[in-house]
Every structure is written in structure tokens, then in C-alpha cells.
């Protein structure tokens, strides 16, 4: 019996193995500062990283997420800040040989009408087609696991009177496989995209003195969307603290908020 399930695992990954070897090889976010009327041109990498060809396909969608992790995708032109209608793609469809690397390019025509500063966004979808047609008769499960990815194209219209502003929606301490980790989650309320790195500073609530300083990686935030920032602090032994958290973009705006933390033993 043993045997056969490590049997079953191994075909799992033996099958989804098959469609997970289309790689990006210069980004998921590509970021332009536009002016009315002007022409960008802008491409995307991809490799095949597979022993067999590959078939891909590649088409728009707009996109939003929010702090509880959940990410909505959209049909074009789906919203006032969406700059799908904008951006051509030169194809569809291609198909790579084994181990072949290939460029997709895009144009981006900004309209002469647009007056509303910040950023305007949309994704490019890539995503392997599956050119296996399952026999239905055939005894056996058939797994088909397609790795598909969504490169942000973010124009920046009038910059310089755009900014970001960061707001603070809820502050909480979970565990997280065997960690301590407070989740920050944090909306964009302002125009303009940004990538806050968030920092918390905590200290002794009797005697003031500072107990450590700790940091998330930096995440970009479209405007009108919200991310959760995840710092640990594991190392943070139980007692009641006060903190300060904040949240710097790469402008150095600065937003703090004050707050009062918990650390409970396990």
C-alpha cells in the first residue's frame, strides 16, 4: 500500500513538473514614467526551461489584491485607472522549443486626453498551454498543474504631483509555522504606485528602553489596494509593549502610527 501511494506522489510531480517550465527572466513589474501622447516600448523574457516545446499564450487582464491576500482579475478596461486599452502586444501566441528563450514586446501609446495624475496599471498575462488532450477512457487521474504569471505594466502619468499615502487598516500578532509574526496591513489611499519597506520599533512599556527594531521586505502597492507586511519577532520574549510602526516608500515618505502590543507565550 505504501508503495503505491509513493507511486501516486511521484506521478503528481512527474506530471505537474510537465507544465511548470516557463520562467520570466526580467521581472514581474515594469514601471514607466509617461507623458501624453508618447510612445513606450517595452518587452518580456521567457525561457523554456523544459526538455519539449512549449506552447504560450499571452493576453491583458486588469487586476487589483487586498491585505487578506485574495487577487482579483479583471477584463480589460475594467476600471478609471486601467491603461489595458494602451498597450499592444506584437502576438498571442508562441511556441518555444525545448530549453528556448524568446521576447514578447509591447507598445504603449499614451492617450493625449489624459489629465488625471498617479498611476494607471494593467497586467500581462503568460501562460502555458496545455497541448495534452486527456483519454477520457484511459484508467488513471490525470493532473494538470499550469504555473501561469501576471507581469504588472505600471504607467506613471505626471509623477511629480502624484504621491502615494499610506494608510494603516489593522495591526495583529498570529503564529505562523512556529513563528511570532505581526501582520500589518497597510492600504494605498493616494494616486501614485509606490514599494514601502515597513519597520517596527518596539519598547519597554515601564521603562521606555527600545527592545529591537525589526523589518518586512519592501512590496509595491497600487493605489486603491492594500497589502499585509509581515514582520517576525520570534525573538520578542512575552510581555506588553509599546511600538511604533513605519512605513517609508522609496521617496522617504515617512507614515507612523503608535501602537500597543501583546506578545503571549505559545
Given at each position: 500500500?505504501?508503495?503505491?501511494?509513493?507511486?501516486?506522489?511521484?506521478?503528481?510531480?512527474?506530471?505537474?513538473?510537465?507544465?511548470?517550465?516557463?520562467?520570466?527572466?526580467?521581472?514581474?513589474?515594469?514601471?514607466?514614467?509617461?507623458?501624453?501622447?508618447?510612445?513606450?516600448?517595452?518587452?518580456?523574457?521567457?525561457?523554456?526551461?523544459?526538455?519539449?516545446?512549449?506552447?504560450?499564450?499571452?493576453?491583458?487582464?486588469?487586476?487589483?489584491?487586498?491585505?487578506?491576500?485574495?487577487?482579483?482579475?479583471?477584463?480589460?478596461?475594467?476600471?478609471?485607472?486601467?491603461?489595458?486599452?494602451?498597450?499592444?502586444?506584437?502576438?498571442?501566441?508562441?511556441?518555444?522549443?525545448?530549453?528556448?528563450?524568446?521576447?514578447?514586446?509591447?507598445?504603449?501609446?499614451?492617450?493625449?486626453?489624459?489629465?488625471?495624475e498617479g498611476s494607471y496599471w494593467s497586467v500581462v498575462i503568460v501562460e502555458p498551454v496545455d497541448d495534452i488532450?486527456?483519454?477520457?477512457?484511459?484508467?488513471?487521474?490525470?493532473?494538470?498543474?499550469?504555473?501561469?504569471?501576471?507581469?504588472?505594466?505600471?504607467?506613471?502619468?505626471?509623477?511629480?504631483?502624484?504621491?502615494?499615502?499610506?494608510?494603516?487598516?489593522?495591526?495583529?500578532?498570529?503564529?505562523?509555522?512556529?513563528?511570532?509574526?505581526?501582520?500589518?496591513?497597510?492600504?494605498?489611499?493616494?494616486?501614485?504606485?509606490?514599494?514601502?519597506?515597513?519597520?517596527?520599533?518596539?519598547?519597554?512599556?515601564?521603562?521606555?528602553?527600545?527592545?529591537?527594531?525589526?523589518?518586512?521586505?519592501?512590496?509595491?502597492?497600487?493605489?486603491?489596494?492594500?497589502?499585509?507586511?509581515?514582520?517576525?519577532?520570534?525573538?520578542?520574549?512575552?510581555?506588553?509593549?509599546?511600538?511604533?510602526?513605519?512605513?517609508?516608500?522609496?521617496?522617504?515618505?515617512?507614515?507612523?502610527?503608535?501602537?500597543?502590543?501583546?506578545?503571549?507565550?505559545?
Amino acid at each position: 500500500m505504501i508503495k503505491r501511494i509513493l507511486l501516486f506522489l511521484a506521478l503528481i510531480f512527474q506530471f505537474a513538473s510537465l507544465h511548470a517550465g516557463i520562467v520570466i527572466l526580467n521581472g514581474l513589474t515594469h514601471n514607466y514614467k509617461v507623458e501624453n501622447g508618447q510612445v513606450y516600448k517595452g518587452k518580456i523574457a521567457i525561457e523554456n526551461t523544459k526538455n519539449s516545446p512549449q506552447s504560450v499564450k499571452i493576453f491583458l487582464q486588469d487586476f487589483s489584491y487586498n491585505a487578506e491576500g485574495s487577487i482579483f482579475y479583471s477584463k480589460t478596461d475594467s476600471h478609471k485607472k486601467s491603461n489595458s486599452a494602451w498597450i499592444k502586444l506584437n502576438t498571442n501566441l508562441v511556441t518555444l522549443k525545448a530549453k528556448e528563450k524568446t521576447e514578447i514586446f509591447y507598445e504603449i501609446t499614451v492617450p493625449k486626453t489624459v489629465v488625471k495624475e498617479g498611476s494607471y496599471w494593467s497586467v500581462v498575462i503568460v501562460e502555458p498551454v496545455d497541448d495534452i488532450k486527456p483519454n477520457d477512457n484511459r484508467d488513471g487521474v490525470n493532473i494538470s498543474s499550469i504555473v501561469r504569471y501576471a507581469i504588472q505594466i505600471i504607467t506613471d502619468f505626471d509623477a511629480e504631483k502624484a504621491k502615494p499615502e499610506l494608510k494603516f487598516e489593522s495591526v495583529k500578532i498570529e503564529k505562523e509555522e512556529g513563528r511570532k509574526v505581526v501582520k500589518i496591513a497597510i492600504a494605498n489611499t493616494g494616486n501614485l504606485y509606490c514599494k514601502p519597506t515597513t519597520k517596527l520599533e518596539i519598547y519597554n512599556r515601564k521603562t521606555g528602553d527600545k527592545i529591537g527594531s525589526f523589518s518586512s521586505p519592501a512590496m509595491g502597492l497600487l493605489p486603491s489596494n492594500s497589502k499585509s507586511f509581515h514582520i517576525d519577532i520570534s525573538k520578542v520574549p512575552p510581555d506588553k509593549y509599546n511600538a511604533v510602526i513605519i512605513a517609508t516608500d522609496e521617496e522617504e515618505n515617512a507614515f507612523a502610527l503608535n501602537v500597543e502590543l501583546e506578545v503571549k507565550n505559545d
